[in-house]
């Protein structure tokens, strides 16, 4: 059975940002690699509560762009403020301490694990208890366990995944192993959710499954979600907000029906002659 | 009011076992549901008290006596409650399949007026919000689960749990209202409207069975009578809601017995489920049990060689005596040994595997069983038997008694039913359990059911010598012979089909002299037979048409007319004269239906020449037939097909010289 969880109760972060304003604003970044430049001087802004797409045609520095706001690159200019706070640096565990979670566009779980045990890991950051506590097993750190795990099952639950539960997870087809990878995003409590591609090589059904999943998240728990994602149909459905990357720089930036009649998205999904 | 209620006790409504249940079985568990990974438990007392809280938010919120209720959803227990709530009111609970298309549910919605729907979660809602305008009469939903859902327009839509705090205010403001509750419970009595239960029905609109409480308790104390169900069973509920033998199975054996049910965590866990609760009482269709040894041995194939001999060694052995033991027959006490021996390294892990250690008695039905998988199961020591039933019958028509079970019977006529064979070899039976009449739809009732209760199932059949049902086919399909006997065509074909030889038989009878029939070889088991005796041949129909080939299949039909028979009703269905078909019967060529069903009508078009010469004595025919080859085009296949005598058996082989020459 599902729990009735109050998106109110869901913002216990006290980052102290009502829903609809700016949650991370990303300002003139840039990003080169030696002599490549794969963003140049782009700004856009997340806000609370959003759905919000980043699209662009291959090689355009969406990926890039997710691995700067969650810290795995540094940028070389410009910054980005996230609740309130600037900063050019950050380690990417810092990052998921702040309560950024991401996906990645090639599934990244721990293949022998089931998928328990790897939505239990993305928990890591609710264990509390030291190796100590742990080693002793009963008393706090049992009932730490006994928490988490609860909040596991309402996870594994909300995806409608009980049927693997106890399954190694390289032995599942890939479109539950993105929905598995999901659960263990959610299972930081995230208040901002980085998406990788989260439909790539899925089916028609599969898709509708994970759009389904997304903006339940999204309305369940309040979550800010920020994805990448190529289907258009999707995209245009489920997205609040689209900001539209090509070549490393910011060409739009809009709700969907504004992007889709920008003369330069067009020009640059169909591309024109020079 | 019921507190010196005996074990024994008969009452007339499922709300007064409730009640009774509440006080004889206070503490033991009534209901389970597997949620976040635990297994939950109601006991009896707690399922009074979430029924009794539901009922009272239901009429809080308008629910009448006599209004009808759609159920939607799978197996969960608030779905389950919520009979017991809609019938404590004294209005009448209508599930319907969860699976069905927004149409069909409409259809059912609108057919049955129902005013309230008690739904599972979103999805449901989201079905019956889109088809609101085509059922005018629709005025409350109620959803068991939340999520999805807060952002709707909850003027008519309401929680389970908020309909359940109703009723609990309802209790708080005045303890009258539980006093009240109980007296619509009395009110209800056996003649009312238990369940409105509609039939897929293949053919046309979904027709409503009316059952009242009678016949649901009646057909339920039978049924646990006749196999000692008592409230120590554990049965998992994870078959359709709208389906008869859930609602029996899961609702109102539960209830008399005071069993209980548990609930899986979904659709896709009641595999695992099952292995955790072992069920002592279960219900599966066939495909069921079919999947459940499929994947057993795919499993076997993945494993070492040791394992691999012994399994192969015991199943041989428990095929050799399972059934025997099982049954109460004398065994030698080597071979007992052995069997226990077996059961302890073979059969008992693999049943701990399926989730049947437990297991006490098992019912197939829904359609035939293989003989083989059915050997496979009661051989490894589980009481599976065969139950022929209908909705129109609360499911019991008959079953097979412990001990007493063949493969090829559906058992002998449940307690309280009686079972006559009409003129035309139609089932008959009449019982406690027999439906009031079909939902506003008069003419469907008088054509079904005659005014003295006698019910037409609609399958042919016969009872046979130590008194067990044989389905033979369905009534429309089966005719007459000249003769007076009946022709049944599928019984005769599957009696051929037997071998593997043959892939295909079409029987032709119905008012004729005499039964022929076509016959179809199976080109690999006829072909692999052909290579290891060095018969050559270029083609399916010179190998058809090969006199050593005409002798086998010839040996084959003789021996099906010795078992024909043997069944003084099927004697004169032996087949007199038969003939290899030239070419094979193929869908292609329309002759077959896309699920492989012989067309018969159109076969009768297209060879009318071909069963003239069964029929006028001739021993040859030459035939052209247009045929379809695989890649689409088309040719003509010629050849002189010839027609051979079968010798007959037992009374009916008198006449058949005559008919014949």
Same mark, same amino acid.
């Given at each position: 059975m599902n729990r009735h969880v109050d998106p109110r109760e869901a913002?216990?972060?006290?980052?102290g940002i009502a829903m609809g304003e700016v949650l991370l604003d990303v300002r003139n970044v840039s990003l080169r690699f030696g002599g490549v430049k794969?963003?140049?001087d782009i700004s856009f802004d997340i806000r609370k509560g959003e759905i919000r797409a980043i699209i662009g045609p291959n090689g355009a520095g969406k990926t890039s762009m997710l691995n700067v706001i969650n810290g795995f690159y540094t940028p070389q200019e410009g910054s980005i403020v996230f609740r309130g706070k600037e900063r050019q640096k950050i380690a990417p565990y810092e990052a998921a301490a702040s309560g950024i979670a991401r996906t990645f566009q090639n599934v990244a779980l721990f &293949?022998?694990?089931s998928t328990l045990d790897n939505i239990m890991a993305g928990r890591t950051l609710a264990m509390h208890r030291n190796f100590f506590w742990q080693l002793l097993y009963y008393g706090p750190a049992l009932r730490e366990e006994i928490a988490n795990r609860r909040k596991v099952e309402e996870i594994i639950d909300f995806l409608e995944i009980q049927h693997i539960r &106890?399954?190694?997870?390289?032995?599942?087809p890939y479109g539950l192993q993105k929905r598995v990878e999901l659960g263990r995003a959610l299972a930081a409590e995230p208040s901002l959710l980085l998406l990788d591609e989260?439909?790539?090589?899925?089916?028609l059904e599969e898709k509708e499954d994970m759009s389904r999943f997304i903006l339940d998240v999204n309305a369940q728990f309040g979550t800010t979600i920020a994805l990448i994602e190529h289907d258009m149909g999707v995209v245009m459905d489920i997205s609040d907000r689209v900001v539209v990357l090509d070549y490393g720089r910011k060409i739009g930036d809009g709700t969907p029906d504004e992007v889709k009649s920008s003369q330069d998205v067009i020009d640059a999904y169909l591309g024109v002659s020079h | 009011m019921l507190a010196k209620a005996k074990a024994g006790t008969i009452l007339d409504t499922f709300p007064k076992y409730l009640v009774l249940n509440a006080e004889?079985?206070?503490?033991?568990?009534a209901m389970r549901h597997k949620d976040l990974g635990i297994w939950q438990g109601w006991t009896w007392r707690q399922q009074l008290d979430e029924v009794r809280r539901f009922a009272i938010g239901l009429s809080a919120i308008g629910l009448k006596r006599g209004d009808k209720v759609a159920v939607v959803g799978s197996n969960r227990p608030r779905l389950y409650w919520s009979f017991a709530a809609i019938q404590s009111l004294g209005a009448v609970p209508v599930p319907v399949?969860?699976?069905?298309?927004a149409e069909e549910i409409a259809y059912v919605l609108d057919h049955a007026e129902v005013r309230f729907a008690v739904v599972e979660d979103q999805e449901q809602v989201d079905k019956l919000l889109s088809i609101a305008e085509k059922v005018p009469s629709l005025k409350e939903i109620v959803y068991d689960e939340t999520r999805g859902?807060?952002?709707?327009?909850h003027t008519h839509l309401h929680g389970f749990e908020e309909v359940q705090e109703k009723g609990q205010s309802a209790i708080e403001a005045s303890p009258e209202a539980i006093a009240q509750w109980h007296a619509s419970v009395d009110q209800g009595?056996?003649? /009312?409207?238990?369940v409105i239960l509609y039939t897929s029905g293949t053919t046309g609109r979904p027709k409503g069975v009316m059952l009242s409480n009678d016949n649901l308790v009646k057909s339920a104390l039978h049924g646990n009578a006749f196999d000692k169900l008592g409230p120590d069973e554990d049965i998992i509920a994870y078959l359709p809601l709208a389906w008869v033998g859930d609602h029996v199975f899961s609702y109102t054996q539960s209830y008399t017995a005071g069993f209980c049910v548990s609930c899986p965590e979904s659709p896709e866990t009641v595999t695992e489920d099952r292995r955790e609760i072992a069920p002592t009482y279960f219900f599966a269709p066939p495909r069921v049990f079919e999947g459940l040894l499929t994947a057993l041995m795919v499993r076997m194939e993945d494993a070492g060689r040791l394992k691999k001999r012994m399994f192969d060694h015991y199943l041989a052995h428990a095929r050799k005596v399972g059934e025997k033991i099982l049954n109460g027959e004398s065994v030698g006490l080597l071979d007992r040994f052995r069997y226990l021996l077996g059961e302890i390294l073979v059969y008992g892990p693999l049943k701990n595997r399926m989730g049947?250690?437990?297991?006490r008695v098992a019912y197939t039905a829904g359609e035939a069983i293989g003989p083989e998988l059915f050997r496979f199961y009661r051989s490894i020591g589980l009481n599976l038997k065969q139950l022929y039933g209908q909705t129109e019958a609360c499911v019991y028509i008959t079953a097979q008694p412990d001990g007493n079970i063949r493969a090829d019977t559906v058992g002998i006529?449940?307690?309280?039913v009686e079972i006559r064979i009409a003129e035309n070899g139609e089932v008959l039976y009449r019982s /406690?359990?027999?439906?009031?009449?079909y939902y506003k739809n008069e003419e469907a009732t008088r054509a079904t059911k005659s005014p003295d209760g006698w019910v037409h199932t609609g399958d042919a059949g016969f009872i046979d010598g130590e008194g067990h049902l044989k389905i033979i086919d369905r009534a429309k399909d089966v005719g007459k012979l000249q003769t007076g006997g009946l022709f049944a065509p599928k019984y005769v074909e599957n009696m051929l089909k037997?071998?593997?030889?043959?892939k295909e038989v079409v029987a032709f009878g119905d008012g004729r002299d005499f039964c022929a029939a076509f016959i179809n070889i199976d080109l690999q088991s006829v072909g692999s037979w052909a290579e290891r005796n060095n018969v050559?041949?270029?083609s399916y129909q010179e190998l058809a048409n090969h006199p050593e080939v005409y002798r086998i299949v010839g040996t084959h039909v003789e021996a099906a007319n010795r078992k024909l028979a043997e069944e003084p009703m099927m004697a004169?269905?032996?087949?007199r004269r038969f003939l290899v078909l030239h070419k094979e019967l193929d869908a292609d060529d329309g002759?077959? *239906?896309? *699920?492989?069903?012989?067309r018969r009508s159109f076969i009768a078009e297209r060879y009318g020449e071909l069963i003239e010469a069964l029929y006028d004595g001739s021993t040859e025919k030459y035939v052209e037939t247009e045929m379809t080859f695989e890649d689409g085009r088309k040719g003509r296949v010629r050849a002189t097909v010839r027609i051979v005598d079968a010798p007959v058996f037992g009374?009916?082989?008198?006449p058949v010289m005559e008919a014949a020459e």
């Open positions: 913002l216990s972060d006290g980052d794969a963003i140049s &293949k022998g694990m &106890k399954t190694p997870v390289g032995r599942l989260p439909m790539a090589g899925m089916n | 004889r079985f206070a503490d033991r568990p399949y969860a699976d069905s298309v859902l807060r952002d709707y327009d009595s056996g003649a /009312d409207l238990g049947m250690t437990r297991l006529p449940s307690p309280g /406690d359990g027999t439906f009031v009449g037997f071998f593997p030889d043959i050559s041949y270029a004169a269905s032996q087949i002759e077959l *239906t896309r *699920t492989q069903k012989v009374v009916a082989a008198a």
